[in-house]
């Protein structure tokens, strides 16, 4: 994998949802991608398998041009070598570049083998996490990460940034988000300001809908 630090997410992290965004996924994602994501994480998981790797090729060529990478929500990784797997998928892990794993509490994060990183929710109250418990706030978050030897995305209700910053403090490596850029009315504007707040430095303003050095 290219993006990131050894190619591990960090920093804002695009998870998709193609239900809630206000303008076409496609358009969402780029903007995103002009405002500083280097990383998403491709759920839809009810499309039928050919649309979503339709949908899969279209993102990694959006995503191809800042030199980021594309992660697949499933076992599946849809001609990638990238995937994000539920706390309940196979374990131990496909035999992949990258994989990834929810957990949301200390007992799923000791059945870890060889994954790569994890995402750890509903770090703030959120709709999308219903039946996972409280929300873990700042506090919560942290005595999580400390149990765990891989890098951390928090997930759920992450978005705004005070919310980043919280999380960073607390130790993850990033923030996955969902919702609140999705629904953006300028994804690249939020994005921007996420960026900043998890200490990545906003990349140039893009040109003619091209990325800029």
């Given at each position: ?21 206000a303008?076409p ?13 280097r990383?998403?994480?491709l759920?839809?998981?009810?499309l039928?398998?050919?649309?979503r790797?339709?949908?899969?090729g ?27 797997l ?5 374990c131990?892990?496909p ?6 794993r ?5 007992a ?11 995402t ?35 997930l759920?209700?992450v ?11 607390a ?20 994005v ?8 990545r ?13």
């Open positions: 994998m290219r993006a990131g630090r050894g190619g591990v997410p960090d920093g804002i992290v695009l998870v998709t949802d193609r239900r809630q965004a303008r996924l496609g358009e969402t994602v780029r903007a995103a991608v002009d405002g500083g994501v990383w998403v994480l759920r839809e998981r009810d039928p398998r050919n649309e790797l339709d949908l899969a279209r993102l990694r060529a959006i995503l191809a041009e800042v030199d980021g990478a594309l992660i697949v929500a499933g076992p599946d990784p849809l001609g990638g070598d990238a995937v994000h539920t706390a309940a998928e196979p131990p892990p035999d992949l570049g990258l994989v990834g929810s957990c949301h509490d200390r799923e994060l000791t059945r870890l083998r060889t994954e790569d990183y994890v750890i929710s509903p770090v703030f109250p959120t709709p999308s996490k219903p039946g996972y418990g409280p929300p873990l706030r700042a506090a919560g978050l942290a005595r999580l990460v400390a149990r765990t030897r891989v890098p951390v995305l928090a759920g209700g978005s705004t940034v005070r919310h980043v910053e919280a999380c960073v403090a130790g993850a490596a990033g923030v996955a988000v969902m919702g609140a850029v999705m629904r953006a009315e300028d994804p690249g504007r939020l921007r300001a996420l960026c900043s707040a998890a200490g430095q906003a990349p140039a303003a893009p040109v003619a809908g091209r990325w800029t050095r």
